[in-house]
């Protein structure tokens, strides 16, 4: 016990010794932690730029155009009467929508006809999209059930039911609630592995003979850095940026030991084939992005190439992410993600294994070379 914790007092101390590994280890996780949600404080599009196209010019088109005014999600560039006009500004990008109210649109509420509102939108930004339609059918809704009253005694015209969503999860429906979540433990998942293979690749140019009380201690050191890492973004920042949390907090708990474990071993591994501390950069940084796309976050795993789909549930970052998004965010009970922890306890105690044989092997070879 005695060596196991001068070992582990040891790594903390190497690690502070080294400026880019406690950078990539410790440091950036904190400015991760706040550069990533700051870039989507705003959580949704707001004042997007539309054009009016008002062809009838009646009571009811200006009713209508106050009540979009009021919409935090459009803001209305210009009012024509020529739809050609409109058409002109949004291929120049004046505007990211078009709102036209035709000619005949009084008479159709009278007689209760369908159709008359028209609404085109440019498809090149579909998240604007997607607010500019929100924020357009909430406006035009109210002002046709306000108008409808007025001709009630006339017509059988009503709208249509309308539909609410209400988000389960993301109340806000925002962008930074959906993307950090997901991308906290693949933060948590690279900066161990960089920070373990640029540690064990430098120990490795010094013909390190790893002893099975040093790899504990090493273990259990990375172990608490990586666990610490999680407990501040799961906690402190998603607190400070209200995004959900505490679902399954015991659940969580529970399960950040064996992910991260999980991810020590598997950089264990990797580290065994470093000749330099260097050679780390320049074969795993490029990673995060690949990982992030297969972790099906980014795109349904339902909807990847079947061998796609069986590459990303084999990696230890994918069953992270979707595990923890259950536990933080959806608050599943624990007996849902315990599949996920045993293939991550599973895929961590094969990897430590191997690591350790390659470690003790490589060094004996090298010696006898020598």
Known sequence: MKQLWRHYCQTFKNIAADSSILTTLILSVFLYSFFYPTAYQSQQAEALPIVIADEEQSAMSAAIISQVAKSPNVEIKAITGNFAEAEQMIETQQADGILLLPENLSNSIRRGETGGIGLYLSAANFLKTKQIGLGLASSIEHALAEQAEK??????????????????????????SYIFPAVAPLIIHQTVLLGVCMLIAGYRERRWQPQRAEMAGIFLAILTIGCLGCFYLFGFTFWL????RGGNFLGMLFSVPIYIGCIISLALLCASFLDMPERTGHVFVFTSIPLFLLSGAAWPLAAMPEWMHIAALALPSTQGIQMFIQLNQMGVPSAYVWPKLLYLFIFGLCCFGIAYYRLKLKVNSIKKDA
Request: glycine share 10%; hydrophobic share 35%.
């Open 151 to 176: 001709f009630g005694s006339i017509s059988h015209f009503s709208p249509a039911i309308s539909v609410h969503q209400i988000p389960l999860f993301n109340t806000l429906s925002g962008y930074g």
């Open 241 to 244: 940026y209200d995004y959900p």
